[in-house]
């Protein structure tokens, strides 16, 4: 899974794994259900090395962002899934990140043993508001931005 965050001067990216996942179909092969952990401790930023790389694992790891050391897991779990074409659903489901679920959508696409999503997931959501200039005044170029993206490429 891919992450990408977003802040006034640029972007950060990185890699999350999951923890365990299951997808439930039906015996004609329509999706009925699905839910995943996601393992907040694999969280890794791609784009940076060394010192910089440590110092940004370290602080999306921290209190500040997700809390990894007491929310070590995150939770997806369909609750709606609408055919929204072929091998294509529109997802409405619950996520849990810090102990807080919202809903949230998104679309899902299966082809054979593979599968594709994308979610934009709004972080103060889930009480994650360091640098968010919804919360804090006077950021300037050091805001970061409440939104960040995920990509999910899965192979079962």
Known sequence: MHW??????????GNLK???????????????????IIDMKS???TDLEGEYKAKLD????????FGT???????LQFKEITVSGKNSYRIKGDLTIKGITNSIEFDFSIYGKKATAAL???????DIKYGSSSFFD???DKAIYDDF????DLEF
């Open 43 to 45: 969280m890794e930023c």
């Open 18 to 36: 999951f923890e365990s996942g299951t997808l439930t179909f039906t015996e004609d092969g329509k999706l009925v259900d699905g839910t995943f």
């Open 138 to 140: 006077g950021l300037k």
């Open 149 to 152: 993206d995920i990509k999910v």
């Open 69 to 75: 050391n007491e929310h070590p897991s995150a939770t």
């Open 58 to 65: 370290g602080h999306l790891k921290s209190k500040d962002f």
């Open 120 to 126: 934009k997931i709004d972080r103060t959501k889930y």
């Open 4 to 13: 990408k965050g977003f802040k006034v001067t640029g972007s950060h990216e």
